[in-house]
Nanobody
Framework: VQLQASGGGTVQAGGSLRLSCAGS??????MGWFRQAPGKEREFVAKISKGGRSKQYADSVKGRFIISRETGKNTVSLQMNSLKPEDTAVYYC??????????????????WGQGTQVTVSS
């Protein structure tokens, strides 16, 4: 399985960006996004179930970010609104190792995308 992320860039605070991730290979179940800011550990951002009905967000992005996917396809998107400078990070898409949905703010990635830079200027 290979995951290819795209859509990063630079935006002013309060602006929006949309990230996309396309996976090749076998059909993936839970997909999601992580991010890693300079000097910090990689952190969970959001995840979505295979059918798209279940979604989970980190508290730091809840109400501002929206995760979505095309049903039955290995694609996932992250619409990021009201961006803040603290959202600056490299964003990674990922797919979970398990298919069972657990409503917690994390996942156990089995596959990672290559990362895309998001920079929010103040």
């Amino acid at each position: 399985v290979q995951l290819q992320a795209s859509g990063g860039g630079t935006v002013q605070a309060g602006g929006s960006l949309r990230l996309s991730c396309a996976g090749s290979g076998r059909t993936l179940s839970i997909m999601g996004w992580f991010r890693q800011a300079p000097g910090k550990e990689r952190e969970f951002v959001a995840k979505i179930s295979k059918g798209g009905r279940s979604k989970q967000y980190a508290d730091s992005v809840k109400g501002r970010f929206i995760i979505s996917r095309e049903t039955g396809k290995n694609t996932v998107s992250l619409q990021m609104n009201s961006l803040k400078p603290e959202d600056t990070a490299v964003y990674y898409c990922a797919s979970d190792q398990v298919s069972a949905w657990i409503p917690v703010q994390t996942m156990n990635p089995g596959y990672w995308g290559q990362g895309t830079q998001v920079t929010v200027s103040s």
